[in-house]
Every structure is written in structure tokens, then in C-alpha cells.
């Protein structure tokens, strides 16, 4: 069975730092791409940013300059390193791993605030 669990999310100051998590068990991390997505109170899950099993990477406009994904196979984790936080960057930030012709499999997310 396939889990993702994402971890380090928290309550920070606009400028501040964190960096998120992502666990999987159950799947060959290291053939799989993955991305982190967020969902902030009333709007839809977008994605922030992806990294290819090549670690190849893309992120939301939004984002760049800002964020940071990259993976550590040997762990099989993810990690998404966040710095010059917004308050708009404030929401549930979900890892995901895509499969063909369906949804994926996703983490349970991590909450993430920042305040102004």
C-alpha cells in the first residue's frame, strides 16, 4: 500500500522559512515523479511545484525564486524548501505522486500560515 505523509509544515512571519516533507513507502520512489500542491481556504489545489524521477523541476510563477523541491531517493522523501514566505502562501500543502489515468496517490498535508 502506498503513503505519502508530509511533515514541517507550522506557523511562521511573513520572511520566514520552512521546509516540508515528504515520506513515501510502499512505491519505487526513485522512478517516480512527484509534486507538492496547496489548497488555501476557498480556492482550488494548485500546484507550487514538481520534480521529475530525473530531477528535473518546474514551479508555479508564484513561487520561483522562492521555493526549492528536491529529493533524496535513498530516503524516499521529498522535500519542498520554502523561504521568503507570503501570507499569501498560506494554505494545506499536499505531496503527490502521479500515476497514469487516475488521481495519484497523495499525502494527507500539512498545514502551513504565514502571518503578516
Known amino acids: 500500500q502506498v503513503q505519502l505523509v508530509e511533515s514541517g509544515g507550522g506557523l511562521v512571519q511573513a520572511g520566514g522559512s520552512l521546509r516540508l516533507s515528504c515520506a513515501a513507502s510502499?512505491?519505487?520512489?526513485?522512478?517516480?515523479?512527484m509534486g507538492w500542491y496547496r489548497q488555501a481556504p476557498g480556492k482550488q489545489r494548485e500546484l507550487v511545484a514538481s520534480?521529475?524521477?530525473?530531477?528535473?523541476?518546474n514551479y508555479a510563477d508564484s513561487v520561483k525564486g522562492r521555493f526549492t523541491i528536491f529529493r533524496d531517493n535513498a530516503k524516499n522523501t521529498a522535500y519542498l524548501q520554502m523561504n521568503s514566505l507570503k501570507p499569501e502562501d498560506t494554505a494545506v500543502y499536499y505531496c503527490?505522486?502521479?500515476?497514469?489515468?487516475?488521481?495519484?496517490?497523495w499525502g494527507q498535508g500539512t498545514q502551513v500560515t504565514v502571518s503578516s
Open positions: 520534480i521529475t524521477s530525473g530531477a528535473g523541476t
Open positions: 510502499g512505491i519505487i520512489f526513485r522512478g517516480n515523479a
Open positions: 503527490n505522486i502521479p500515476v497514469a489515468n487516475g488521481p495519484g496517490y
